[in-house]
Protein backbone atom coordinates (compact mmCIF):
# COMPACT_ATOMS: atom_id res chain seq x y z
CA UNK A 1 0.00 0.00 0.00
CA UNK A 2 1.52 3.32 -0.78
CA UNK A 3 1.57 6.46 0.69
CA UNK A 4 -1.97 8.35 -0.29
CA UNK A 5 -3.49 5.05 0.38
CA UNK A 6 -2.70 4.81 3.43
CA UNK A 7 -3.77 8.19 4.33
CA UNK A 8 -6.89 7.78 2.74
CA UNK A 9 -7.41 4.47 4.39
CA UNK A 10 -6.59 5.99 8.26
CA UNK A 11 -9.13 8.80 7.44
CA UNK A 12 -11.76 6.08 6.87
CA UNK A 13 -10.93 4.09 9.72
CA UNK A 14 -10.68 7.16 12.37
CA UNK A 15 -14.77 8.88 10.17
CA UNK A 16 -16.25 5.38 10.78
CA UNK A 17 -14.67 5.11 14.54
CA UNK A 18 -16.49 8.65 15.06
CA UNK A 19 -19.57 8.41 13.56
CA UNK A 20 -20.42 4.58 13.32
CA UNK A 21 -23.38 4.28 10.29
CA UNK A 22 -25.12 7.62 11.49
CA UNK A 23 -23.53 9.87 8.04
CA UNK A 24 -25.04 6.75 5.65
CA UNK A 25 -28.22 8.30 5.29
CA UNK A 26 -26.82 11.47 4.30
CA UNK A 27 -24.72 10.21 1.33
CA UNK A 28 -27.61 10.55 -0.75
CA UNK A 29 -26.98 14.03 -0.97
CA UNK A 30 -23.93 13.89 -2.63
CA UNK A 31 -24.52 11.64 -5.54
CA UNK A 32 -23.15 13.86 -7.78
CA UNK A 33 -20.09 13.17 -6.64
CA UNK A 34 -20.21 9.25 -7.31
CA UNK A 35 -19.28 9.39 -11.05
CA UNK A 36 -16.21 11.35 -11.11
CA UNK A 37 -15.16 9.59 -7.91
CA UNK A 38 -15.02 6.32 -9.42
CA UNK A 39 -12.71 7.80 -12.42
CA UNK A 40 -10.71 9.87 -10.35
CA UNK A 41 -8.39 6.76 -8.61
CA UNK A 42 -9.14 8.03 -5.24
CA UNK A 43 -9.02 4.58 -3.50
CA UNK A 44 -11.88 5.21 -1.37
CA UNK A 45 -16.01 3.88 -2.20
CA UNK A 46 -18.70 6.34 -2.67
CA UNK A 47 -19.84 6.06 1.23
CA UNK A 48 -16.33 5.95 2.73
CA UNK A 49 -15.15 9.30 0.68
CA UNK A 50 -18.56 11.36 2.05
CA UNK A 51 -17.26 10.05 5.61
CA UNK A 52 -13.99 11.49 5.27
CA UNK A 53 -15.10 14.87 3.99
CA UNK A 54 -17.74 14.95 7.05
CA UNK A 55 -15.12 13.75 9.11
CA UNK A 56 -12.21 16.61 8.43
CA UNK A 57 -14.60 19.43 7.88
CA UNK A 58 -15.77 18.11 11.80
CA UNK A 59 -12.81 17.70 12.81
CA UNK A 60 -10.79 21.20 11.61
CA UNK A 61 -14.08 22.96 13.18
CA UNK A 62 -13.57 21.34 16.80
CA UNK A 63 -9.62 21.96 16.52
CA UNK A 64 -10.04 25.81 15.45
CA UNK A 65 -12.82 26.76 17.24
CA UNK A 66 -11.21 26.54 20.56
CA UNK A 67 -7.73 28.03 18.94
CA UNK A 68 -9.00 31.04 17.65
CA UNK A 69 -11.51 31.86 20.89
CA UNK A 70 -8.41 31.43 23.06
CA UNK A 71 -6.66 33.95 20.91
CA UNK A 72 -8.93 36.53 20.32
CA UNK A 73 -9.48 36.27 23.96
CA UNK A 74 -6.85 37.35 24.73
CA UNK A 75 -6.42 40.05 21.63
CA UNK A 76 -9.51 41.58 22.15
CA UNK A 77 -10.72 40.68 25.80
CA UNK A 78 -13.96 40.20 25.46
CA UNK A 79 -15.27 36.97 25.37
CA UNK A 80 -18.35 36.80 23.51
CA UNK A 81 -17.05 38.63 20.57
CA UNK A 82 -14.07 36.41 19.99
CA UNK A 83 -16.34 33.40 20.56
CA UNK A 84 -18.36 34.78 17.30
CA UNK A 85 -15.64 35.88 15.52
CA UNK A 86 -13.86 32.56 15.93
CA UNK A 87 -16.68 30.49 15.04
CA UNK A 88 -17.12 32.84 11.57
CA UNK A 89 -13.88 32.62 11.22
CA UNK A 90 -13.98 28.59 11.22
CA UNK A 91 -17.16 28.29 9.52
CA UNK A 92 -15.62 30.00 6.11
CA UNK A 93 -12.43 27.75 6.52
CA UNK A 94 -14.65 24.64 7.00
CA UNK A 95 -16.54 25.86 3.83
CA UNK A 96 -13.59 25.88 1.98
CA UNK A 97 -12.15 22.78 3.09
CA UNK A 98 -15.79 21.27 2.43
CA UNK A 99 -15.60 22.36 -0.93
CA UNK A 100 -12.01 21.31 -1.34
CA UNK A 101 -13.44 17.86 -0.97
CA UNK A 102 -16.32 17.89 -2.60
CA UNK A 103 -14.70 19.35 -6.41
CA UNK A 104 -11.54 17.33 -5.51
CA UNK A 105 -12.64 14.34 -7.31
CA UNK A 106 -13.40 16.31 -10.64
CA UNK A 107 -10.33 17.71 -10.67
CA UNK A 108 -8.28 14.33 -10.01
CA UNK A 109 -10.96 12.93 -13.30
CA UNK A 110 -9.69 15.78 -15.57
CA UNK A 111 -5.63 15.76 -14.11
CA UNK A 112 -6.10 11.76 -14.89
CA UNK A 113 -7.38 12.05 -18.22
CA UNK A 114 -4.48 14.62 -19.37
CA UNK A 115 -1.93 12.10 -17.67
CA UNK A 116 -3.39 9.40 -20.09
CA UNK A 117 -4.11 11.29 -23.48
CA UNK A 118 -0.55 12.68 -23.03
CA UNK A 119 0.86 9.09 -22.44
CA UNK A 120 -1.57 7.44 -25.11
CA UNK A 121 0.37 7.66 -28.36
CA UNK A 122 3.70 6.15 -26.85
CA UNK A 123 1.93 3.59 -25.08
CA UNK A 124 0.10 2.20 -27.44
CA UNK A 125 3.06 2.45 -30.05
CA UNK A 126 4.63 0.31 -27.29
CA UNK A 127 1.67 -2.47 -26.99
CA UNK A 128 1.98 -2.75 -30.80
CA UNK A 129 5.68 -3.33 -30.93
CA UNK A 130 4.70 -5.96 -28.40
CA UNK A 131 2.02 -7.31 -30.20
CA UNK A 132 3.82 -7.67 -33.22
CA UNK A 133 6.50 -10.68 -31.41
CA UNK A 134 3.11 -12.52 -30.81
CA UNK A 135 2.54 -12.08 -27.33
CA UNK A 136 -1.07 -12.43 -26.19
CA UNK A 137 -3.20 -9.90 -25.19
CA UNK A 138 -2.67 -10.14 -21.48
CA UNK A 139 1.46 -10.44 -21.63
CA UNK A 140 1.16 -7.05 -23.72
CA UNK A 141 -1.22 -5.47 -20.64
CA UNK A 142 1.70 -7.18 -18.29
CA UNK A 143 4.47 -5.31 -20.03
CA UNK A 144 2.79 -2.05 -20.16
CA UNK A 145 1.93 -2.09 -16.39
CA UNK A 146 5.46 -2.64 -15.71
CA UNK A 147 6.71 0.45 -17.68
CA UNK A 148 6.13 3.01 -15.25
CA UNK A 149 6.59 6.00 -17.79
CA UNK A 150 3.62 5.96 -18.78
CA UNK A 151 1.92 6.62 -15.82
CA UNK A 152 -1.97 6.48 -15.22
CA UNK A 153 -2.11 4.20 -18.36
CA UNK A 154 0.46 1.72 -16.72
CA UNK A 155 -1.61 2.19 -13.74
CA UNK A 156 -4.89 1.45 -15.79
CA UNK A 157 -2.74 -1.73 -17.44
CA UNK A 158 -1.79 -3.06 -13.47
CA UNK A 159 -5.73 -3.17 -12.76
CA UNK A 160 -6.56 -4.98 -15.80
CA UNK A 161 -4.21 -7.59 -15.02
CA UNK A 162 -4.58 -7.75 -11.73
CA UNK A 163 -8.38 -8.30 -12.35
CA UNK A 164 -7.29 -11.56 -14.50
CA UNK A 165 -4.26 -12.82 -12.50
CA UNK A 166 -5.74 -12.51 -8.88
CA UNK A 167 -9.12 -12.16 -9.25
CA UNK A 168 -9.68 -14.17 -12.27
CA UNK A 169 -12.03 -12.28 -14.95
CA UNK A 170 -11.39 -13.24 -17.94
CA UNK A 171 -9.61 -10.53 -20.48
CA UNK A 172 -13.06 -9.26 -21.81
CA UNK A 173 -14.60 -8.29 -18.23
CA UNK A 174 -11.46 -6.67 -17.38
CA UNK A 175 -11.47 -4.34 -20.09
CA UNK A 176 -14.72 -3.64 -20.18
CA UNK A 177 -14.25 -2.99 -16.53
CA UNK A 178 -11.55 0.14 -17.20
CA UNK A 179 -13.17 1.31 -20.09
CA UNK A 180 -16.41 1.81 -17.29
CA UNK A 181 -13.74 3.80 -15.11
CA UNK A 182 -11.68 5.64 -17.44
CA UNK A 183 -11.87 9.34 -17.59
CA UNK A 184 -10.32 9.38 -21.09
CA UNK A 185 -12.17 8.94 -24.05
CA UNK A 186 -9.75 7.90 -26.11
CA UNK A 187 -8.54 5.41 -23.68
CA UNK A 188 -11.77 3.78 -23.69
CA UNK A 189 -12.07 4.11 -27.76
CA UNK A 190 -8.73 1.62 -27.70
CA UNK A 191 -10.22 -0.21 -24.73
CA UNK A 192 -13.35 -0.94 -25.99
CA UNK A 193 -11.84 -1.45 -30.05
CA UNK A 194 -9.40 -4.18 -28.25
CA UNK A 195 -12.35 -6.23 -26.90
CA UNK A 196 -13.73 -6.05 -30.67
CA UNK A 197 -10.33 -7.12 -32.09
CA UNK A 198 -9.97 -9.54 -29.75
CA UNK A 199 -13.47 -10.93 -29.53
CA UNK A 200 -13.79 -11.35 -33.42
CA UNK A 201 -10.21 -12.63 -33.74
CA UNK A 202 -9.14 -9.85 -35.85
CA UNK A 203 -5.31 -9.38 -36.18
CA UNK A 204 -4.38 -7.42 -33.10
CA UNK A 205 -0.96 -6.23 -34.40
CA UNK A 206 -2.39 -4.46 -37.46
CA UNK A 207 -5.12 -2.56 -35.25
CA UNK A 208 -2.82 -1.43 -32.68
CA UNK A 209 -0.33 -0.30 -35.28
CA UNK A 210 -3.18 1.76 -36.68
CA UNK A 211 -4.70 3.11 -33.47
CA UNK A 212 -0.97 4.30 -32.90
CA UNK A 213 -0.69 6.19 -35.74
CA UNK A 214 -3.61 7.83 -35.14
CA UNK A 215 -3.14 8.89 -31.87
CA UNK A 216 0.65 9.82 -33.19
CA UNK A 217 -0.88 12.19 -35.64
CA UNK A 218 -3.74 13.71 -33.37
CA UNK A 219 -0.45 14.44 -30.71
CA UNK A 220 1.33 16.54 -33.65
CA UNK A 221 -1.95 18.43 -34.04
CA UNK A 222 -1.43 19.22 -30.46
CA UNK A 223 1.83 19.94 -30.69
CA UNK A 224 1.44 22.27 -33.67
CA UNK A 225 -1.44 24.20 -31.70
CA UNK A 226 0.49 24.15 -28.66
CA UNK A 227 3.45 25.96 -30.26
CA UNK A 228 0.62 28.78 -31.80
CA UNK A 229 -0.36 29.26 -27.64
CA UNK A 230 3.16 29.78 -27.16
CA UNK A 231 3.85 32.13 -29.52
CA UNK A 232 1.11 34.26 -28.81
CA UNK A 233 1.12 34.25 -25.09
CA UNK A 234 4.75 35.08 -25.29
CA UNK A 235 4.06 38.33 -27.07
CA UNK A 236 1.49 38.90 -24.90
CA UNK A 237 3.54 39.07 -22.53
CA UNK A 238 6.79 40.45 -23.88
CA UNK A 239 4.46 43.44 -25.19
CA UNK A 240 2.02 43.51 -22.37
CA UNK A 241 4.29 42.45 -19.08
CA UNK A 242 7.34 43.36 -19.88
CA UNK A 243 7.09 46.44 -22.08
CA UNK A 244 4.17 47.62 -19.25
CA UNK A 245 6.75 47.44 -16.32
CA UNK A 246 9.33 49.40 -17.88
CA UNK A 247 6.54 51.79 -19.45
CA UNK A 248 5.22 52.11 -16.25
CA UNK A 249 8.87 52.67 -14.26
CA UNK A 250 9.88 55.64 -17.05
CA UNK A 251 6.53 57.26 -16.33
CA UNK A 252 6.53 57.51 -12.75
CA UNK A 253 10.15 58.28 -12.47
CA UNK A 254 9.26 61.21 -14.59
CA UNK A 255 6.25 62.02 -12.57
CA UNK A 256 8.88 62.04 -9.81
CA UNK A 257 10.90 64.43 -11.91
CA UNK A 258 8.52 67.18 -12.72
CA UNK A 259 6.86 66.92 -8.65
CA UNK A 260 3.75 66.99 -7.47
CA UNK A 261 3.92 63.03 -6.62
CA UNK A 262 5.70 61.76 -3.57
CA UNK A 263 9.03 60.37 -4.49
CA UNK A 264 8.48 57.73 -1.98
CA UNK A 265 4.67 56.70 -2.78
CA UNK A 266 6.24 56.56 -6.43
CA UNK A 267 9.36 54.46 -5.12
CA UNK A 268 6.95 51.81 -3.17
CA UNK A 269 4.59 51.32 -6.63
CA UNK A 270 7.99 50.57 -8.53
CA UNK A 271 9.30 48.31 -5.80
CA UNK A 272 5.49 46.66 -5.89
CA UNK A 273 5.55 46.25 -9.51
CA UNK A 274 8.91 45.24 -10.53
CA UNK A 275 9.84 42.78 -7.29
CA UNK A 276 6.78 41.54 -6.69
CA UNK A 277 3.95 42.22 -9.58
CA UNK A 278 6.27 40.49 -12.43
CA UNK A 279 7.25 37.61 -10.42
CA UNK A 280 4.12 36.57 -9.51
CA UNK A 281 2.70 37.27 -13.16
CA UNK A 282 6.07 35.65 -14.51
CA UNK A 283 5.39 32.83 -12.59
CA UNK A 284 1.71 32.88 -13.47
CA UNK A 285 2.76 32.46 -16.96
CA UNK A 286 4.95 29.49 -16.86
CA UNK A 287 1.99 27.58 -14.92
CA UNK A 288 0.22 28.99 -17.66
CA UNK A 289 2.32 27.21 -20.47
CA UNK A 290 2.73 23.86 -18.18
CA UNK A 291 -0.78 23.83 -18.49
CA UNK A 292 -1.02 23.66 -21.63
CA UNK A 293 1.68 21.54 -22.71
CA UNK A 294 1.09 18.41 -23.94
Not at 94 to 118: H, Q
Amino acid sequence: MDKESSTWTSFKNLSFKVFGRSLIPLTKYFESIRPDLLKSGIPLGFVEYVYVMIFVTFFVFCLELPVFTFIFAIIFKDALFSFLLSFSITAFICLGIFFFFYIYPSTEVGKRKKSIDDALPFATTYMATISSSGAPPLIIFKFVAEFKEFGEISAECEKIYRDVAAFGLDLLSAMRKAASRTPSTLFKELLWGLDTVISTGTNLSDYLHDKSAGFLSEYKRRLQNYSSTISLLMEVYLTVILVGSIFFVIMTSLMTMFGGTSTGLILLLQFIVVFIGLPIISIGFIFLLKGFAP
